[in-house]
T-cell receptor, first 114, second 114 residues
Framework: GESVGLHLPTLSVQEGDNSIINCAYSNSASDYFIWYKQESGKGPQFIIDIRSNMDKRQGQRVTVLLNKTVKHLSLQIAATQPGDSAVYFCAENIGPGGSYIPTFGRGTSLIVHP | DAGVTQSPTHLIKTRGQQVTLRCSPISGHKSVSWYQQVLGQGPQFIFQYYEKEERGRGNFPDRFSARQFPNYSSELNVNALLLGDSALYLC?????????????FGSGTQLSVL
């Protein structure tokens, strides 16, 4: 299940399950969003992006959904594998005060149990 | 092809000292951005450089400075180090200077300030 506390939100799933990672973004003017995956000891790695003129985009085993009405993004990972264990960040292209600064969310730790 | 390379990978400094971090972007990429990532949080934008000019600055004190060289590599300097500067410093490159573009990250420099 998913838990949010003082530390990084964590989602624990079994191998083979589908995973859904959620993200609330801040600025209603943002029109470009990216999901990144960060494994331990590495920098964030691009997974998939979506522009605001779309509400869904699919990649290989991943789907991003965008709901602009409630400023919400989700990342769906199909048939989750142990190699998917990592921290996942959403990023929007407009930051506080309307500045064009790529702004990252806090992140969700995905743990996949074999 | 080489990805974004950062040096050093780890660094230990004491309060009040100065540090210089280095980044080489992917060949052909003209924009370099710097991010600070504190444990358990998403990357926070520090600077963006494009064609050797500063194109964006995050909410960081003047102790932080950067520059980009003609070969598009970049340096991040932090003066008068504080304990709170301890973090992973990430460099990211992109083809051009726009926030509507995915970033390619290096593995970062882990800075510890004692």
């Amino acid at each position: 299940g998913e838990s949010v506390g003082l530390h990084l939100p964590t989602l624990s799933v079994q191998e083979g399950d589908n995973s859904i990672i959620n993200c609330a973004y801040s600025n209603s003017a943002s029109d470009y969003f990216i999901w990144y995956k960060q494994e331990s000891g590495k920098g964030p790695q691009f997974i998939i992006d979506i522009r605001s003129n779309m509400d869904k985009r699919q990649g290989q085993r991943v789907t991003v959904l965008l709901n602009k009405t409630v400023k919400h993004l989700s990342l769906q990972i199909a048939a989750t594998q142990p190699g998917d264990s990592a921290v996942y960040f959403c990023a929007e292209n407009i930051g506080p005060g309307g500045s064009y600064i790529p702004t990252f969310g806090r992140g969700t730790s995905l743990i996949v149990h074999p | 092809d080489a990805g974004v390379t950062q040096s050093p990978t780890h660094l230990i400094k004491t309060r009040g000292q100065q540090v210089t971090l280095r980044c080489s972007p992917i060949s052909g990429h003209k924009s370099v951005s710097w991010y600070q990532q504190v444990l358990g949080q998403g990357p926070q934008f520090i600077f963006q450089y494009y064609e050797k000019e500063e194109r964006g600055r995050g909410n960081f004190p003047d102790r932080f400075s950067a520059r980009q060289f003609p070969n598009y590599s970049s340096e991040l300097n932090v003066n008068a180090l504080l304990l709170g500067d301890s973090a992973l410093y990430l460099c990211a490159s992109s083809l051009v200077q726009t926030t509507n573009e995915k970033l390619f990250f290096g593995s970062g420099t882990q800075l510890s300030v004692l």
